[in-house]
């Protein structure tokens, strides 16, 4: 709807304020101010608390790593990102979302990579780029995987100091599915190009709302590699289709944990 055109009577109250998502009582307002990986220091942590004390009713953390302020008037929902001073995370509908990443090498005593650094460039780049649906990412700093992307539409696992496993295709929701191993032994630079490639090819080629996790399986992994990687100097072999299908017979080669981490499987807190 442009500025000529009259709002419809009642209509804007359905409107919700920039960043903000209209929650279930239909009065109110949720605004998420956006921190990448979640990761803020004391006194930004001090300034969403203050916000919420004079706005909010309620504080969630949100399985997205972000800090969501519930229940604003919607006069309040602007004063409050004033005072915030941040960008809204608020990245809903088909695109891709802030990338989700662990405290890796800065903080984990388990980190074999830096996944603060991956992650930050990687949200940098990508989130908020349009798709043909959400497009959900993150990045691990060894194979325990806290942030879960053998269930990402693009997962990254840290092997070692600059070189990293990307899994494609995972997904939770109600069709849950494991990634596909696309290729390991990159290094960060080469992350950020295969992912940029993939993504245009994913956008280019998904059908309308077709998520990631469906596109793989039907566009065919194999050729999805040949298309995005063939052309890349430098990469590491990835595995072939019959290496692959013999990976599939074999469960729990994909993620041998406890031949990585010397049989610990818990996780740790930074
Ligand atoms: S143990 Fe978890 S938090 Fe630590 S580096 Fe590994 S994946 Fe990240």
Redesign the pocket.
Known sequence: MDAQTPTPPGFSDMLAPRGANKQRDKKTFSIVPHHPGGFMSPNQLLKIAQVAQKYATTVNVTSGQQIMLIGLQRENVEKAWEELDREPEGLLGPRCRGVRF???IAF?K???SD?IGLGTLLDKKFRGMDMPNKVKMSV???Y????APAIRDIGIIGLDDDSYRILIGGAGGHAPRLADLFIEGVNRKQVLAICDRLLHYYKKRANPGERMHEFVPRFGLDRIRQDVLGDMADLPRWPTAEEEARRHGQPGELFPLETQTGGETS??L?
Do not use: F
């Not at 325990?144 to 942030?147: E, G, K, Q, R, V």
């Open positions: 662990c405290p890796g984990c388990r980190a074999t996944s691990a700093g060894c325990l995987s806290c942030t996780c740790p930074p």
